[in-house]
């Protein structure tokens, strides 16, 4: 396994729309197991999209679990995932490991019903809410070019350097 460099902020390759995945062989499951490698190494994420190693495959990591009192599923590897369904909204605090610098706020769907498939290509429907919810709208917009310094309402008001939060527990991202 390895740990894979980390695109940031303004590297345009972070702007490029992932293919989808169509082969589930070995080298996709090599290239998923760097890419939590990568997820966990440094500041441990709570998600990680392909997009940020610079591979351009609709594929995404989340894991909430480490976040106490939050509904999960675990360790999610989601491949081609898409959002079924959306119920309600709520604005929270989020960071990237793409966008060191800053937090922002952004609103998301509260709840989501969504399908992918899983590293051997087999068919998933999940239904998630809250921060898990957040964690995978967050990375499925790396997979089409979107970070959440794009979603947020005011840049004046909305962005925040990080190093003013550090001290208070930064919420960490993806
Ligand atoms: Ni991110």
């Given at each position: 396994?390895?740990?894979?460099?980390?695109?940031?902020?303004?590297?345009?390759?972070?702007?490029?729309?992932?293919?989808?995945?169509?082969?589930?062989?070995?080298?996709?499951?090599?290239?998923?197991?760097?890419?939590?490698?990568?997820?966990?190494?440094?500041?441990?994420?709570?998600?990680?999209?392909?997009?940020?190693?610079?591979?351009?495959?609709?594929?995404?990591?989340?894991?909430?679990?480490?976040?106490?009192?939050?509904?999960?599923?675990?360790?999610?590897?989601?491949?081609?995932?898409?959002?079924v369904h959306w119920e309600g909204y709520e604005t929270a605090r989020e960071g990237c490991l793409s966008v060191p610098d800053y937090t922002g706020n952004v609103i998301r769907a509260t709840r989501i019903r969504l399908t992918a498939n899983d590293p051997w290509g087999r068919p998933l429907e999940l239904e998630m809410e809250g921060y898990e919810a957040r964690a995978v709208q967050h990375e499925m917009d790396h997979l089409d070019g979107t970070l959440f310094v794009d979603r947020v309402v005011s840049r004046r008001t909305d962005l925040f350097r990080r190093k003013v939060y550090q001290k208070g527990g930064q919420p960490k991202g993806g």
């Open positions: 396994m390895a740990v894979l460099d980390i695109l940031t902020l303004p590297d345009e390759r972070l702007r490029r729309v992932a293919e989808p995945v169509t082969i589930f062989d070995e080298a996709l499951r090599a290239f998923i197991a760097d890419l939590e490698e990568t997820r966990r190494s440094g500041p441990a994420a709570v998600g990680i999209a392909a997009t940020q190693v610079d591979v351009l495959k609709r594929i995404v990591i989340v894991d909430v679990s480490g976040r106490k009192n939050t509904p999960n599923h675990g360790y999610l590897v989601l491949i081609n995932p898409e959002i």
